[in-house]
């Protein structure tokens, strides 16, 4: 089953023009799952071509300007297209608000439901949507206002059939090999029991997508994002202004690395929610700081694709140099 995130936007605060306000889609097949909406998302949807109808649920970690201004274009370019299913908007206190006034200030033509979910408590970690085969989960951060991270996560899948195993206990090919494959026991002609474990490897973990920005460096974060195949954190500054940061309730790129390196098990880290007083070039400098603590961080840059396969499948590029 395919997976993999697009990078829509990367900018904080302000876009500039070669880089959008903060959001990233991510696609499981053919289903999409939007992690904030800031300015220019719907500009990097259509650079890629990505289908608005496709998206199940938009994901908000605050409603600040640079992560909700996308939004209103968003749910007014989806009555453009045939849409039967409804869309879910998941986020903090304040977001149905936001919501609900867009749409009754600009006199949106809505044609679809929109369902939109207040986390009530968002101090506390919480699954907030799921589906066939994963969840999605917040993860209580620290911002001048009620902000969370969110992790989409795989349910383990089955370990894999060995074949061998099963001729050496001369199970006839056929519709018991499919249902030792499922998880179910057999009885065969002579009477035995056959259990999946005899023929079948231990369970493999499902695959792990960690979203977190706007926050401070909390200890909490890095449990929460272990084992991530891939983490996209906010990086905004470079450690020397680290007081600045923290001022403004924002962390570093060592901080972002920090967390990476602590959490055990994640692949690879791309920064985002640069700060808009670094150009192109300075931004080399926070990555570079970034990989002195992690060294499999990169640079998320606008528009960019990242794959997401599973364990057993090729490994993943590491991201940009």
């Not at 039967?84 to 998941?90: M, S, V």
């Not at 206990?169 to 035995?192: C, F, N, S, Y």
Request: glycine share 8%.
């Amino acid at each position: 089953m395919n997976m993999e995130a697009f990078v829509l936007g990367t900018g904080g605060t302000m876009p500039l023009p070669s880089r959008h306000l903060t959001s990233v889609l991510l696609r499981r097949e053919g289903e999409l799952f939007l992690f904030d909406c800031g300015e220019g998302t719907q500009v990097s949807m259509r650079r890629l071509n990505l289908r608005w109808k496709k998206i199940s649920a938009i994901f908000i970690s605050h409603t600040h300007a640079d992560h909700v201004t996308g939004l209103p274009g968003m749910l007014m370019l989806s009555s453009q297209v045939e849409r039967d299913e409804p869309l879910y908007i998941i986020g903090p206190p304040k977001i149905k608000d936001f919501v609900d006034s867009s749409r009754d200030v600009l006199e949106m033509y809505i044609n679809y439901e929109i369902i939109v979910k207040e986390i009530a408590n968002p101090a506390v970690k919480q699954v907030v949507y799921q589906g066939d085969g994963f969840s999605i989960r917040s993860v209580p951060l620290s911002h001048s206002r009620s902000c969370v991270g969110y992790v989409f996560e795989e349910d383990s899948r089955p370990g894999l059939f060995h074949p061998e195993r099963a001729v050496e206990a001369e199970i006839p090919r056929g519709p018991q090999w499919g249902e030792l494959q499922k998880g179910e026991a057999i009885v065969l002609d002579d009477g035995r029991t056959i259990q999946p474990s005899e023929v079948m490897g231990p369970p493999r973990r499902g695959r792990k997508f960690s979203y977190i920005t706007d926050t401070l460096p909390l200890r909490s974060i890095a449990p929460e994002v272990a084992d991530s195949d891939l983490l996209i954190c906010e990086g905004m500054f470079e450690h020397d202004l680290r007081e600045t940061a923290h001022t403004k309730r924002h962390m570093t790129a060592v901080e972002a690395a920090q967390i990476a390196a602590e959490a055990g098990g994640v692949k690879q880290m791309g920064l985002i929610h640069y700060s808009p007083r670094y150009t192109e070039r300075d931004l080399k400098r926070l990555l570079k700081e970034a990989r002195e603590v992690f060294p499999h961080a990169f640079l998320s840059r606008d528009r960019q694709n990242i794959q997401l396969p599973h364990e057993e499948e090729t490994e993943n590029d590491r991201g940009d140099t």
